[in-house]
């Protein structure tokens, strides 16, 4: 009996940690609809973030579509090279979905850096 009481109360803790997770989210990311591709803790469209904050933070080697760092940024930094995948969309570092442009005028780019630096720091946590 004590083995599935722990058991169940382990779950409903793992289930309130995965949603503070998604909750943790920020509010520009839902206004600008990032949450419709992207999540925090796992793949849904596009990558979770944690995995790129992982990678592009040096802690995984290559993108799932396979991609070195030097590959998928053509050397450029990485807060650099998000700001201008995130602004002008694109496909190709984390497999064959296409991510639309969310910027093409230049007028949210203090808002897209704010969240890049938000995704660059799951990593470092």
């Known amino acids: 009996m004590k083995t599935i009481f722990t058991s169940m109360f382990a ?7 995965g949603n503070a997770l998604a909750m943790d989210m ?3 990311a839902k206004k ?12 849904i469209i596009g990558p979770a973030w944690m ?6 933070n040096g802690k995984i080697e290559k993108t799932a579509a396979g ?13 650099d090279w998000l700001l ?11 497999g064959t979905g296409i991510m639309e442009p969310n910027d093409p005028t230049g007028k949210k780019q203090d808002e897209i850096k704010r969240l890049i630096q938000f995704v660059l720091g ?4």
């Open 11 to 17: 779950t409903t803790l793992l289930m309130f940690a």
């Open 26 to 28: 920020p509010e520009a």
């Open 32 to 43: 600008n609809r990032c949450a419709a591709c992207h999540a925090i803790d796992k793949k």
């Open 51 to 56: 995995d790129v904050s992982k990678f592009y």
């Open 67 to 79: 991609k070195t760092l030097k590959e998928a940024t053509g050397d450029k930094a990485p807060a």
């Open 84 to 94: 201008i995948k995130v602004s002008n969309g694109g496909t190709g570092n984390w």
């Open 122 to 125: 799951l990593a470092k946590q």
